[in-house]
T-cell receptor, first 109, second 111 residues
Framework: GQNIDQPTEMTATEGAIVQINCTYQ??????LFWYQQHAGEAPTFLSYNVLDGLEEKGRFSSFLSRSKGYSYLLLKELQMKDSASYLCAVPGNTGKLIFGQGTTLQVKP | EAGVTQFPSHSVIEKGQTVTLRCDPISGHDNLYWYRRVMGKEIKFLLHFVKESKQDESGMPNNRFLAERTGGTYSTLKVQPAELEDSGVYFC?????????FGPGTRLTVT
């Protein structure tokens, strides 16, 4: 089976750095996605990692360790607009996404 | 380029009634997925179309749910008869390959 775990809630301060962790157990591995979802809106694609290592994209970076079944999303220079849910997901067979419960991040002034 | 659209954005119906949700994917995307998020739970897969064919419907909860994709374009998800536990947010996503683009969802409340 497949299982994805991530913290339910996190709080951070504007301008700071926050790391959102995700651990996964899958029968096969076809990469890992991170999505951002603001309340009442569509999840939007942030990153896709298929190889080990860190991928940087502006203020957001995503890391993957396949041997440890572990990923994290790193958000730098936090802004108030970064308050949202962050969803970790892995593709199952046929491409369907299997999601974790999501981490609700609250950025405070 | 228009994104994935869903209609309606909200629907409130009584138990036993029928509701039909619609999804218009991004033009040219062969893959169309339906997902559902029940309050307090993770987003869960319902089914996957490739063009007009059902590729995977392993996530459909029961036979009260019927999905169609006319001519490989828009898709509908009908719930008949609706039950209280069907309440949640229904998301549609389309994809040309690996990255899925999500619609804003339909919030369904069954009372």
């Amino acid at each position: 089976g497949q299982n994805i775990d991530q913290p339910t809630e996190m709080t951070a301060t504007e301008g700071a750095i926050v790391q959102i962790n995700c651990t996964y157990q899958t029968s096969g591995f076809n990469g890992l996605f991170w999505y951002q979802q603001h309340a009442g809106e569509a999840p939007t694609f942030l990153s896709y990692n298929v190889l080990d290592g860190l991928e940087e994209k502006g203020r957001f970076s995503s890391f993957l360790s396949r041997s440890k079944g572990y990923s994290y999303l790193l958000l730098k220079e936090l802004q108030m607009k970064d308050s949202a849910s962050y969803l970790c997901a892995v593709p199952g067979n046929t491409g369907k996404l299997i999601f974790g419960q999501g981490t609700t991040l609250q950025v405070k002034p | 380029e228009a994104g994935v659209t869903q209609f309606p954005s909200h629907s409130v119906i009584e138990k036993g009634q029928t509701v039909t949700l619609r999804c218009d994917p991004i033009s040219g995307h062969d893959n169309l997925y339906w997902y559902r998020r029940v309050m307090g739970k993770e987003i869960k897969f319902l089914l996957h179309f490739v063009k007009e064919s059902k590729q995977d419907e392993s996530g459909m909860p029961n036979n009260r749910f019927l999905a169609e994709r006319t001519g490989g374009t828009y898709s509908t998800l009908k719930v008949q008869p609706a039950e209280l536990e069907d309440s949640g947010v229904y998301f549609c996503a389309s994809s040309p390959g690996y990255e899925q683009y999500f619609g804003p969802g339909t919030r369904l409340t069954v009372t």
